[in-house]
């Protein structure tokens, strides 16, 4: 993935690329038009005004939710069965092992690390109440948050295991309810990883309300997230593979644009090859600044002034960027896993979640990714991640109170039962999100001399072809 990182590197004289075009397949016959896209058809939304059925005030998020349930008495059980609740999803399968269900309850990654002894920071975005430790239970439906997906009166908050903050009007926000706005979706998914544009390239508040050149859907067509991602019996269709290993159950461009035709041959032969997103999101964080580097080595440094895009004594160091040129991987829709308590590479970064697909797999797809990278703490003789305990819990101090690694590491070994051996350090690893928000306008899109020639944005070597394609030639089937 290392290779990811060199996109700038020269690739032919600019005069190959001018002859090469010449010869190139002919554009599409002249009346054969572009055919158009599939049309979205805005439906009138259901909303049924609630503030005639509330008139007394909740005690807390629970007393909703059991208000809520007295009408939709399958809810609860519906959104149960997710992995917005369960926080578990797909099975990781290994010759000679267990099958393992992964999602942030058991993950490891590059940014806040792990959730183990972490829970009550962690479950802020938890679509329940009262997550406070490893003895949660799951089945108990009045824990269902309601609200964090319904609310309209715009000041629901979550705090500490995800309960309501104690300055939230639980009454009005129970009045309020409606379809999820692209507010509800934005104050988990925008500040995931623990604040704003932390996690996600693609996904940060700038998309509540934003104008067509941040994401044309969103500003031009008006789309809610519910729009693409349409839920049935509240599971919500989509993958984020930071959590997920394959894209079972997640949504495409096709869904929509099932017939599209590109009226140049020369550019529809391309999709083959190249996923949409590779022309359509030329940038991601087109707005609003994203991490692409978090080195926890550096937290405890009292004398450094604390600034959130830069340096966090509990945290460390970062880097952010903005309107980022991303990398370029061959995808098929699936990732590997690392999984804790799994060795650490021998040299070079160790990948959490490097992108499966190859010039060679018919269903791969060259597309862009934002890569996250990063310096975490890990057992040196063990050769394994470690889960520190960060945040903690009321009855556990971790780094944050202690600014002490080596206690922050034997207490997350009781939590997730790895032994500690008493000698840490930090480890290189990169993260990889596939992008699919932030589709420019057609006009933004890239061209051909954006990938192909001397300034090219591609390194084509490093994805496997001999030379620029145009000139040595594409995938052979």
Not at 144 to 149: E, G, K, S
Not at 268 to 274: L, N, P, R, Y
Not at 440 to 464: E, I, V, Y
Request: charged fraction near 25%; aromatic fraction near 10%.
């Amino acid at each position: 993935m290392r290779a990811l990182k060199h996109l700038a590197v020269p690739l032919l004289a600019f005069g190959l690329l001018v002859a090469a075009l010449v010869v190139v397949v002919s554009r599409r016959p002249a009346g054969d038009a572009e055919r158009p896209r599939a049309t979205f058809e805005r439906k009138t939304r259901a909303h049924l005004d609630h503030a005639a059925y509330f008139k007394e005030p909740f005690a807390d998020g629970p007393s909703v939710t059991r208000a809520c349930l007295s009408c939709h008495k399958d809810a609860a059980h519906q959104v149960m069965q997710t992995a917005h609740w369960s926080w578990l999803g797909d099975e990781v399968r290994r010759p000679g092992q267990a099958p393992v269900r992964v999602g942030k309850r058991n993950l490891v990654n590059n940014f806040c690390i792990g959730i183990q002894g972490n829970w009550p920071s962690c479950t802020k975005c938890h679509s329940g109440y009262g997550w406070k430790d490893d003895g949660f239970d799951f089945t108990q439906g009045q824990n269902v948050d309601c609200l964090v997906c319904h609310d309209w009166s715009g000041q629901y908050t979550k705090g500490a295991a995800g309960f309501p903050e104690a300055s939230v009007d639980l009454l009005a926000s129970a009045r309020s309810v409606g379809y999820p706005k692209r507010q509800n979706c934005s104050v988990c998914h925008s500040y995931g990883g623990g604040g704003l544009g932390v996690k996600h390239g693609d996904l940060d508040n700038s998309l509540e309300n934003p104008a067509e050149d941040i994401d044309v859907h969103m500003g031009r067509e008006q789309f809610l997230c519910i729009d693409c991602h349409k839920a049935e019996s509240h599971r919500v269709p989509g993958r984020s593979f930071a959590v997920s290993v394959q894209s079972q159950g997640g949504i495409g461009c096709v869904d929509c644009h099932r017939e599209y035709k590109h009226a140049d041959t020369r550019v529809e032969q391309h999709t083959t090859s190249v996923a949409c997103q590779t022309c359509h999101i030329p940038t991601y964080a087109r707005k609003v600044p994203t991490k692409q580097t978090w080195d926890w080595s550096q937290a405890g440094d009292a004398a450094r002034p604390d600034d959130a895009h830069h340096y966090l004594k509990i945290k460390g160091e970062f880097t952010y960027e903005q309107d980022v040129r991303p990398e370029y991987a061959w995808f098929k829709g699936e990732v590997d896993r690392y999984l804790l308590g799994d060795r650490v590479a021998d040299s070079g970064p160790t990948h959490l979640n490097r992108p499966r697909g190859s010039m060679a797999d018919p269903q791969a797809r060259i597309w862009p990714m934002k890569v996250h990278r990063g310096k975490q703490p890990f057992d040196e003789e063990y050769r394994r991640i470690i889960v520190p305990v960060t945040a903690g819990t009321p009855g556990e101090r971790g780094y944050w109170k202690e600014f002490d690694w080596k206690k922050a590491a034997e207490l997350g070994a009781k939590h997730t039962g790895l032994p500690f051996s008493g000698r840490m350090g930090f480890v290189e690893t990169e993260m990889v999100w596939p992008l699919s928000h932030m589709v420019a306008p057609k006009s933004q899109a890239l061209t051909c001399t954006d990938c192909h020639g001397p300034t090219g944005q591609m390194n084509f070597r490093a994805l496997g072809y001999s030379g620029d394609p145009i000139r040595v030639g594409g995938r052979r089937p």
